[in-house]
């Protein structure tokens, strides 16, 4: 059993921005394997599908961003999930908008929710799907996490969505090492 955790910030308000990159990504994934309906638990929402033989638990924490280790924790424990077994999908300035990049482990960068993860669910060991959204020109991080994609950014959200989804997918089916080889690295 997988557990993917797509990390963003609850409430209609939020919906759109960058932060949110995660909860996207997870409504592609539920879109892609004709998920039924999310439920309400762990301090989250989710649901269970299989993909590739395997069972996927499907989770977006509702503790807002700097609490979502919380939820992780509840769900791992619930549903025994072993750390090498959760998979997180969130948003990362260090990389230019639309790029992707598969990861195990290491730091946080400074990402409050990639911090709660690793401190609730017993380390950095877990896998990563990194959804670039670039880095504000002029500072202004807090603000830029927290605002909608810009136009031209919208315009190419959709296959930056399909894109993390496959790999999430790939992840799954393969393992990590096999799909951080089967998708070139770009961007």
Do not use: C, W, Y
């Not at 993917?4 to 409430?11: D, K, S, T």
């Not at 499907?58 to 959760?86: H, I, K, W, Y």
């Not at 230019?96 to 380390?123: C, D, E, M, W, Y």
């Not at 830029?144 to 959200?157: G, I, K, P, R």
Request: charged letters at 20%.
């Amino acid at each position: 059993m997988h557990l993917v955790v797509g990390l963003g910030n609850p409430g209609p308000e939020h919906a759109g921005q960058r932060h949110n990159v995660g909860f996207m990504v997870l409504e592609r994934l539920v879109e892609r394997l004709g998920a039924t309906t999310f439920r309400a638990k762990f301090d989250g929402r989710f649901t269970k599908v299989r993909h590739a033989g395997e069972d996927l638990v499907l989770l977006a924490p509702m503790t807002f961003m700097n609490r979502s280790g919380r939820s992780v924790q509840q769900a791992m424990r619930f549903f025994r999930v072993p750390l090498e077994d959760v998979l997180v999908v969130h948003d990362e300035l260090d990389l230019p908008f639309g790029a992707l990049r598969i990861k195990v482990g290491g730091g946080t960068a400074g990402h409050n929710g990639l911090k709660s993860v690793v401190q609730h669910a017993g380390g950095p060991g877990f896998v990563r799907v990194r959804v670039g959204i670039g880095r504000p020109p002029h500072g202004g991080v807090h603000a830029h996490v927290l605002s909608d994609f810009a136009q031209h950014e919208q315009e190419e959200l959709d296959a930056v969505l399909d894109g993390a989804a496959e790999r999430v997918l790939a992840v799954v089916a393969d393992g990590p090492e096999a799909a951080q080889r089967a998708f070139p690295r770009k961007g």
